[in-house]
């Protein structure tokens, strides 16, 4: 937890989600659930999911060149890329470079960042320091996922849950406000909590893993459920008492939409009016690192943040791992 010393901002947003919406209604004729169900459980009321030529990457790029042009700067001005996601477009090459590579931002250094539905905050502050310090100028940090790709479409625990999309900010230094602060943490005792079990060098794909389809999401919903609402509510405090701020203070908070529940909840807890709080989960389900950025995009496309507010960025996921940020809006 560190307050920010050179002031570093975000002076682009854009954010692309794919044309294909799958509805509650949908699901109903693919697992055995209800629109009653889901929405009561988790307030989601469809999701977007990505087309056959569609990958983390090319959704990326989308939202990419939506925030370039929001930030009027172009590829060549980036000196680093950051692509945060949990469904690379494959284990390696990072995603970031199939980015660069799109993009034509052949002046950046590129890599990704795993840190599940918290990774665009991760990104964020990463790339903050590495902009704090002089190294780089420009930044562009992207949460992107094609959960779709690792949803059990059999399993009605989890496949009514997720959905795909990409949002983006561009970070450079400004003159006042930016980001005041941030709190990341990680509890790794609690991994088998969420998960993709195979696929890596852990557990290698064979056709046994397939079979029990082992690279699929892996979730105990009701434990992550509880800790959700402890770990958000706790990280935003944190970060906002890092630079000396109250939730009193708070103008927009923005946070990892998973479930309307969980919000419910950490917005009791925390004593954070409702009217404070950007909500997009019944478009879009959970987008892990992709739904906090979205929801920053959208919330400053459509007036909810104005210069000078603060916004708290606010999130929690697989690691477990969960991140908040302060930010004072400069634009
Ligand atoms: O992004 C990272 C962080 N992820 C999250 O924050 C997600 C956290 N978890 C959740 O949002 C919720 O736990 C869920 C929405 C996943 C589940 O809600 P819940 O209130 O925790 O329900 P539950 O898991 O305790 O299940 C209640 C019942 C079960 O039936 P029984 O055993 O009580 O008969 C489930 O089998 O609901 C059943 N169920 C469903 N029923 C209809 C589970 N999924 C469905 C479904 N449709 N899709």
């Not at 009514?160 to 450079?172: C, I, K, P, Y």
């Not at 890092?242 to 917005?267: S, T, W």
């Not at 950007?278 to 879009?284: E, H, L, M, S, T």
Request: charged share 20%; net charge positive.
């Amino acid at each position: 937890m560190r307050k920010s010393r050179k002031n570093i901002g975000i002076i682009g947003l854009g954010f692309y989600v794919p044309k294909k919406v799958l509805t509650n209604k949908d699901l109903e004729g693919m697992v055995d659930t209800s629109d009653e169900w889901i929405t009561t459980r988790t307030g989601i009321k469809e999701r977007r999911i990505a087309g056959p030529t569609e990958s983390t990457s090319t959704l990326a790029f989308n939202a990419a060149k939506d925030a370039l042009k929001d930030a009027k700067l172009a590829p060549e001005d980036l000196d680093l890329i950051i692509v945060a996601t949990i469904t690379p477009d494959m284990a390696f090459p990072a995603t970031a470079c199939f980015l660069q590579e799109m993009l034509g931002a052949k002046n950046a250094a590129c890599f990704d960042m795993s840190a599940a539905c918290a990774g665009f905050i991760y990104g964020l502050v990463t790339a903050q320091k590495f902009l704090q310090s002089g190294t780089y100028k420009n930044a562009l940090v992207i949460g992107a996922e094609k959960l779709s790709s690792v949803t059990d479409w059999q399993d009605r625990n989890t496949c009514v849950l997720f959905g795909d999309g990409a949002g983006a900010a561009v970070l450079a230094p400004v003159e006042n406000g930016g980001i005041l602060a941030s709190y990341l943490g990680c509890d790794g005792s609690m991994t088998e909590l969420l998960m993709q079990p195979a696929g890596g060098s852990r557990m290698p794909a064979s056709r046994q893993t397939v079979d029990d389809r082992m690279h699929f999401i892996k979730m105990r919903g009701n434990e992550v459920f509880k800790l959700a609402i402890k770990i958000m509510s706790d990280a935003a405090c944190r970060a906002l008492k890092a630079c000396k701020l109250g939730v009193e203070d708070i103008d927009c908070f923005i946070p990892h939409q998973a479930n309307m529940r969980i919000l419910d909840a950490v917005a009791r807890k925390m004593k954070l009016p409702l009217e404070k709080i950007y909500f997009n989960v019944a478009k879009y389900g959970n987008m892990s690192s992709a739904a906090t950025a979205v929801a920053l995009c959208e919330a400053y496309k459509c007036g909810r943040i104005r210069g000078g507010d603060i916004v708290v960025l606010d999130a929690f996921g697989a690691g477990l791992v969960w991140g908040a940020a302060v930010i004072q809006w400069q634009k």
